[in-house]
């Protein structure tokens, strides 16, 4: 990623040197992104909580402060690739290191979004090669449909800048090279599309088939053998915008998943 972009970035981005506890979300997005930085970080950052997006799970009390890793806090440090504003005028979250809100993308101009992995974004942010084979590159796009804004006639040039931007432009004659529905293949055949859920006994379980995929990545990924408890019961909600929201004080995590649709959780 170009300096001048990274530094619209908030700070903390940058503390690769201090501990964070880390906390994953319930697909593979977020569990190979923060697989990867705890790679980044040596261990600094690390998972030590679970957020299903109805409640939060943790694995022991610690005074380390969190990061969230593939979803849209409103008020704390997170990486993410949502749209968290309905009008570019909305009040936002300076501590979410998230594309949409350094280019200022709402529900305004919801077709201009970063359409790309939260994977893609920290690959980009911390300077981190794209992996060296084909299928490992393939695997990389079929990762929250990175692939799929390029197989439209409207979208590619705007998935392709998204692409030019993160400094990924090679990944360019992969997708030109395959079809949707090869990708959507790759999603089926490696459980791409499971969740992660919780256990009776606390542990983390999932149908995403993370000793197959293993092979392409260069960092060790799969998920935390801990057991966790739940700490937080939260609520969750998803309705067309026209519906009034709670108050934002309410308000955890919030997405527009579509031009008129929101999706959060709140307590």
Known sequence: MKKEIRELFPSWINETDKKYDLI????????VSCSLLKEITNGNWKVNYFYDFENFYRYQK???PTIGVDMAFLKSRCFDNHISKRTKNDEHNSLCANLNLIHNISCENYTSKYSLSTLMLIMSLYDI???????????LL?????????YSD?????HTNWLEELGF?????????RDIKYFYGLIKQYGLYEK??????????SDIKFDAIQPFFDWEIGLPQQQFKLIKKCQRANHETYIQLPERERIISLAYTKRNFVSYTYH
């Open 62 to 64: 610690t005074s380390l």
């Open 24 to 31: 994953l979300g319930d697909d593979v997005d977020s569990a």
């Open 154 to 158: 409207y979208f590619r040039p705007i």
């Open 142 to 150: 079929a990762i929250d449909t990175s692939f799929k804004g390029f």
């Open 129 to 139: 090669p794209l992996p060296k084979t084909t299928e490992s590159k393939e695997i």
């Open 196 to 205: 992660i859920s919780i256990d009776k006994d606390g542990c983390l379980q």
């Open 169 to 177: 432009t090679e990944l360019i004659d992969i997708l030109k090279q």
